[in-house]
């Protein structure tokens, strides 16, 4: 059973676009909603992250809108920039005693000149 | 170390031997994790430790697989009796609080000939 799901697998943007990357969760029990960005032989880098007590947060260019009545939330990277060509995984995690990371599988992102 | 440290980089061995790969989490996280990437795929969640006791160990692929934390720091993960499909990336990733996000480690790239 998949917990995070995420869309699409792949995205090609140009240079200054918008990229929008989306994620659907099913556990209403997770509490902190992070974005993680891959480089090729690189482990994946903490890029920004929310809690559901907010709809909305910023950094820089990369923006994460969270919608929790339709338990879903998104990364927007405004100005898109050959250089953030990665792979983007969002992940959930639960508090109590295991606050195990579930991943989606991740969306590669590509950023034309 | 100010990053997650993890050892061997890389990692070539023949199917049967036993393989040890070694976290070494930023100093002070309580909580531990490995996770396994194979070639342009997602992160899959292997176990979990929170000190050095492991509440979830549910994606250990079989009994091959172990991993051992010990004086809430360091996490050695064992592979016994290596199989071609073990070949893949292994992440660990650590983690202060609940809250707070979990840092990667830039992997062991393990081989299986």
């Known amino acids: 059973q998949q917990q995070v799901k995420q869309s699409p697998q792949s995205l090609i943007v140009q240079k200054g676009g918008i990229s929008i990357i989306n994620c659907a969760y099913e556990n209403t029990a997770f509490d902190y909603f992070p974005w993680y960005q891959q480089f090729p032989g690189k482990g994946p880098a903490l890029l920004i992250a929310i809690r559901p007590d907010v709809s909305e947060k910023k950094e820089g260019r990369f923006t994460i809108s969270f919608n929790k009545s339709a338990k879903q939330f998104s990364l927007h990277i405004m100005d898109s920039q050959p250089g953030d060509s990665a792979t983007y995984f969002c992940?959930?995690?639960?508090?109590?005693?295991?606050?195990?990371?579930?991943f989606g599988k991740g969306t590669l992102l590509t950023v034309n000149p | 170390g100010a990053g997650v440290s993890q050892s061997p980089s890389n990692k070539v061995t023949e199917k049967g031997k036993d393989v040890e790969l070694r976290c070494d989490p930023i100093s002070g996280h309580t909580a531990l994790y490995w996770y396994r990437q194979s070639l342009g795929q997602g992160l899959e969640f292997l176990i979990y430790?929170?000190?050095?006791?492991?509440?979830?160990k549910s994606g250990l692929p079989s009994d091959r697989f172990s991993a051992e934390r010990t004086g809430g720091s360091v996490s050695t993960l064992t592979i016994q009796r290596t199989q071609q499909e073990d070949s893949a990336v292994y992440l660990c990733?650590?983690?202060?609080?609940?809250?707070?996000?979990?840092?990667f480690g830039q992997g062991t790239r393990l081989t299986v000939v």
């Open positions: 430790f929170q000190g050095n006791s492991a509440p979830d």
């Open positions: 992940a959930a995690s639960i508090g109590g005693s295991n606050y195990k990371l579930t």
């Open positions: 990733a650590s983690r202060l609080y609940r809250d707070g996000g979990a840092f």
